[in-house]
């Protein structure tokens, strides 16, 4: 069964820390490329970080200095450290695995990913 179980979110108050992690399940591998994402209510979900194959790295400009992602290959994990975190950091984090390019056959992915975790709640007050 592939499953990508996100955990780590919780309620923190503005400057705090979080480390979310992605545990990997079934065929999904660390070593394929992988993202998370963010949605806050009535809002689109959001590309936070994303980690490639060859562990090149993206990050919003809004995280970038603030949030490291990172992958544990022997745990299958993929983590994402966030740090001097912000009210606007707030919302439902996911975590996403194999990415694929645009195409007609794939236009039907959520922002080019096969598969999704269920999301963890990550809530910074002022």
């Known amino acids: 069964q592939v499953m990508l179980v996100e955990s780590g979110g919780g309620s923190v108050q503005a400057g705090g820390s979080l480390r979310l992690s992605c545990a990997a399940s079934g065929y999904i591998s660390t070593r394929d490329c992988m993202g998370w994402f963010r949605q806050a209510p009535g809002k689109e979900r959001e590309e936070v970080a994303t980690?490639?194959?060859?562990?090149?790295?993206t990050y919003a400009d809004v995280v970038k200095g603030r949030f490291t992602i990172s992958k544990d290959h022997d745990k299958n994990t993929l983590y994402l450290e966030m740090n001097s975190l912000k009210p606007e950091d707030s919302g439902m984090y996911y975590c996403?695995?194999?990415?694929?390019?645009?195409?007609?056959?794939?236009?039907?992915?959520?922002?080019?990913?096969?598969?999704w975790g269920q999301g963890t709640q990550v809530t910074v007050s002022s």
């Open positions: 996403a695995a194999l990415c694929l390019p645009y195409g007609p056959d794939t236009a039907h992915l959520i922002r080019g990913y096969v598969d």
């Open positions: 980690i490639d194959s060859d562990d090149s790295t």
